[in-house]
């Protein structure tokens, strides 16, 4: 894909080739050879326990804590996780806090249930906890949305020391915390990191989902949280009517878990991202002009590079695409249209080559950029 | 299943038993074998083309008018439709308008939603659209939710002169219309019935799913609108983030639509879902206490009893459950807690012997109960 089509290191999406379609294949064969057609009927509203049985024992075997099968409700991914959330927890017209940058979707999400968005920073340890406590001797928000491991779009993780104030935080304000931990087993310490979860186990509702680590097209997620946090969700209408979520891709994730094909794909793909992102960061620092900067991500998806306060990366988007490559441009990424000289780059998109192909084509083209400006 | 244990002729799902799970196998064997990896990933927002293409051919086939793949919307199923619809084109204190009685759970996702609902009356002709147009001279709701073919919970499908008069009513007033056609295939004239959309192209959303004519455990369907209707549709902010719904559900079910197994099962339910339903009206005919009456419904899965207006049939339902029986009370369907006096029932969910000892079981309760009021 070297030449002349773009490279568009803004795509936050699986790399198509690496989609596991063989273990797909064999989990699917495996759990249609076994008795019962449970997963053709209505589910549970919480989703069926032999399948969040299944996703607590590989959450287990990965993060620091155990997880038990009735703290999760099987969910169609992350981003319908979240709408669940906030259709339980929120009305119209409440405050919320989310980082400044986040993630671009879920302000569209906070949008459509007409929220009030506010931000509080973001740096090299996570939020801000300073600025959050600020925030909340003048504010009542009503939840913090939070992407505290391998973070979208920065990929910093949270420091240990701000998790626990943020938990005493949430305590002292009865703040309600929705922690996006899509990414949070691609990080660099993966299993020593623990989910947001364990810092405030009734304040937060963690979202999961198989999206990143095994393939989007299954729409199957998990919220983590209390059963009495799941109790309240649980009486959502649309869940009622529907029933729980995906139950067909449910049954071959259940048979993909237990064969331990997710446990093999994931040590692949950490590995193989690992090594992406340490390439990317290694042309970046070689590569980028000066007075282009970034933090190296603790892992997930993203680079965030900083230009100079006075460039407009959307603004520049055309040009950077008229050269070859393309970006997502921070002003996209933050509830006031914050961060215009940031961007946000994926490696884990694209092999080794158009990744070097990528980034000096973006060095090449902010070299000529920020020379003409 | 007769005997002690209780027979619920409220529950409105498919019998597990009669779940295709060969057919689902079959069509899972066929897709698994083709080349790509398409469904693993996300879906565009609208679904995929190749679905979407077999959608419309099916429907095509079924219906009095040919169907566009471009006017298809794929969702995770009516209930996920109606969700959509509404984080779209409504916003909290709207009033809606929707038939008394209705679908109970689409009650809980107005609730969800903020909404101020009011209703209107159906009898055996369907939605009462001179009561609709009382309402329209005092009311601008933002839109109407209508159960017009073998209606949940009353089994009526609305008449040709209504359905006219509905479309023109619609215009007049600039009304939504979303019709919740899940059973529309299931009708007795079938084929010669055709969707609401095809009064009122511009003005109707109809929101189908393969819940009731293959299995709700896929969680897919579609809404079927104009194309400007479906791209303001397509800016949800949760759809955006999460892609299209149930890419992998949907790549098993395009090849269960190319191999025609869906529509070799749609004709094998109708003649069942037909016979137990003349059955279970043969029942209730020959059993049930005069004071209690129904209209034959026309296909889907529901009759409609009503009984003395003096009855509460949710207080009732404990009792009826030690006789060996229940039912959905009437109260819940209704907007504003009417229709106490009534109780659906739902012929699918049984095999005759089961309906008949259920039928059996109701009227002699029924019998006993309205001698001692």
């Known amino acids: 894909m070297t030449g002349a089509h773009v490279i568009d290191l803004g795509i936050g999406e699986p790399q198509p080739r690496l989609l596991p379609l063989d273990s797909f294949r064999q989990a699917a064969a495996h759990r249609l050879a076994l008795p019962g057609n449970d997963y053709l009927q209505y589910a549970p509203e919480q989703g069926w326990g032999s399948l969040r049985g299944e996703i607590a024992r590989f959450l287990t075997g990965w993060t620091p804590h155990p997880v038990e099968p009735d703290e999760l409700l099987i969910t169609a991914g992350a981003s319908h996780g979240l709408d669940l959330v906030l259709s339980r927890c929120t009305r119209p017209g409440d405050t919320i806090v989310v980082e400044d940058p986040t993630y671009f979707f879920a302000l569209e999400v906070f949008r459509d249930r007409g929220l009030r968005v506010l931000g509080v920073p973001i740096d090299g340890d996570g939020l801000d906890v300073d600025a959050l406590d600020e925030l909340l001797s003048t504010e009542r928000p009503r939840l913090l949305y939070t992407v505290p491991v391998c973070n979208n779009p920065t990929g910093v993780t949270l420091s240990p020391g701000r998790r626990a104030?943020?938990?005493?935080?949430?305590?002292?304000?009865?703040?309600?915390?929705?922690?996006?931990?899509?990414?949070?087993?691609?990080?660099?310490?993966?299993?020593?990191?623990?989910?947001?979860?364990?810092?405030?186990?009734?304040?937060?509702?963690?979202?999961?989902?198989?999206?990143?680590?095994?393939?989007?097209?299954?729409?199957?997620?998990?919220?983590?949280?209390?059963?009495?946090?799941?109790?309240?969700?649980?009486?959502?209408?649309?869940?009622?009517?529907?029933?729980?979520?995906?139950?067909?891709?449910?049954?071959?994730?259940?048979?993909?878990?237990?064969?331990?094909?997710?446990?093999?794909?994931?040590?692949?793909?950490?590995?193989?991202?690992?090594?992406?992102?340490?390439?990317?960061?290694?042309?970046?620092?070689?590569?980028?002009?000066?007075?282009?900067?970034?933090?190296?991500?603790?892992?997930?998806?993203?680079?965030?590079?900083?230009?100079?306060?006075?460039?407009?990366?959307a603004a520049l988007l055309p040009a950077a695409a008229q050269a070859g490559v393309a970006y997502r441009p921070g002003s996209l990424c933050s509830w006031r249209g914050g961060h215009a000289c940031c961007m946000r780059l994926c490696f884990v998109h694209y092999d080794e080559p158009d990744l070097t192909e990528g980034c000096e084509r973006l060095a090449a083209f902010l070299r000529a950029h920020l020379r003409a400006l």
Chains 1, 2 share one sequence.
């Open 165 to 313: 104030r943020l938990a005493g935080l949430a305590a002292r304000h009865d703040l309600l915390i929705v922690a996006d931990e899509v990414y949070h087993l691609l990080g660099d310490a993966g299993p020593a990191v623990p989910s947001l979860r364990a810092a405030a186990p009734d304040r937060v509702l963690s979202l999961g989902s198989f999206s990143k680590i095994f393939a989007p097209g299954l729409r199957l997620g998990w919220i983590h949280a209390s059963r009495e946090r799941l109790a309240h969700l649980l009486q959502d209408g649309e869940l009622r009517s529907a029933g729980g979520a995906s139950p067909v891709a449910g049954a071959v994730m259940e048979s993909a878990l237990a064969l331990g094909l997710q446990d093999r794909f994931l040590k692949e793909i950490r590995e193989l991202y690992a090594a992406r992102r340490r390439h990317m960061v290694r042309l970046l620092a070689a590569t980028l002009p000066p007075e282009v900067t970034f933090e190296p991500p603790d892992g997930g998806y993203y680079v965030w590079l900083r230009l100079p306060g006075h460039v407009d990366t």
